[in-house]
């Protein structure tokens, strides 16, 4: 029978892994630095692969090391979740969370899945609106926590690139005047094509305006109006529009975690906490040079890795 992996030294793993540094990585997991050291010797003799190699003064992952880090992360959420589905001290009550609903389609199955199994006694409210009326109701105490699109009030946890896209089968942004569907006269993504349109000398009129993602996708799919939308809001049928087809990028989608003023921190922050393992387990964007051309389809396959938090965290 083979032998299962050891989940303590797969912590002290990605430990290394997060802080960059065996040194720290010790003082994380409350061992000396020999012990993580002994730890990684004994993981890569169970592994058979080479896990670390020399980088001037540092070590940093190898290929097989960033391989397994992966699967250690799936292993040590799946602990968690296991753990917490048994305990009978787990966290109950409610919490309130809010997102666009370009985010919620993308993002929140990840979310509702691994919240539901870690935290099966706690009621989760969701609310979808646009973020300027997130905001709005995150202040006024009517939610506990908000993913939208930052605006300098909340904690940026993801970035993804801000595309124009059009639909695969019709040729809407070849027209002289460009037909556009846009957000609100408030929307961040409506400003930053306005401005890049108008600095090119673009010829544009906005045919369509909603808060709905559903809607903008809708006007895109059909070939009536081109638009702007973050990586995670692409749908099949659409394609992404570059360089190439005379449209410059367009500064990055940032996404926060915006909270709000609660008793209830512990369930707020186990929510939290979810939201940004959620994002993490969803691989990394397309940069706007990899994206241009590709329609939906060529989107699928991609890896993923964690980041820190004062990095840019993962896409799909």
């Not at 908000?146 to 809407?172: F, K, M, N, Y």
């Not at 081109?226 to 005379?246: H, K, Q, T, Y």
């Not at 609660?262 to 939201?275: F, G, I, K, N, Y």
């Amino acid at each position: 029978m083979v032998a299962p992996l050891d989940l303590d030294q797969l912590n002290t793993f990605v430990a290394i892994a997060d802080t960059g540094s065996f040194t720290r990585a010790a003082d994380e997991v409350h061992r000396t630095q020999s012990a993580v050291s002994m730890q990684m010797r004994r993981l890569e003799e169970r592994v058979g692969k080479p896990l670390f190699e020399k980088d001037g003064r540092s070590n940093r992952l190898t290929e097989e090391g960033e391989r397994l880090l992966l699967y250690a992360r799936r292993m040590l959420r799946l602990n968690r979740e296991t753990l917490a589905a048994f305990d009978d001290k787990t966290l109950e009550g409610s919490v309130r969370i809010g997102m666009p609903d370009d985010y919620a389609e993308r993002f929140l199955p990840e979310i509702m899945a691994r919240f539901s199994r870690s935290n099966p006694r706690v009621e989760l409210s969701i609310l979808c609106e646009p973020t300027p009326n997130l905001v709005h109701h995150v202040r006024q105490g009517h939610l506990d926590l908000a993913l939208l699109t930052d605006d300098g009030a909340s904690e940026i946890v993801r970035r993804e690139p801000l595309l124009w896209v059009s639909s695969v089968s019709h040729a809407a942004h070849e027209r002289e005047i460009l037909p556009m569907a846009f957000g609100r006269p408030t929307c961040t993504w409506r400003r930053h094509a306005c401005d890049a349109l108008n600095e090119m000398g673009r010829d544009y009129r906005t045919l369509f305006t909603s808060f709905s993602a559903t809607v903008i996708s809708a006007a895109v799919l059909s070939g009536a109006a081109i638009s702007v939308l973050p990586e995670c809001a692409l749908r099949p049928g659409m394609r992404v529009l570059g360089e190439n087809d005379g449209f410059p990028p367009l500064p990055d989608c940032c996404i926060g975690l915006m909270r709000g003023r609660t008793s209830h921190m512990e369930v707020v922050d186990a929510l939290a906490r979810h939201v940004t393992e959620s994002l993490d387990n969803i691989s990394v964007p397309l940069t706007p040079d990899e994206a241009e051309g590709f329609d939906f389809v060529s989107l699928t396959h991609r890896r993923g890795k964690r980041l820190r938090p004062s990095q840019v965290l993962p896409g799909w």
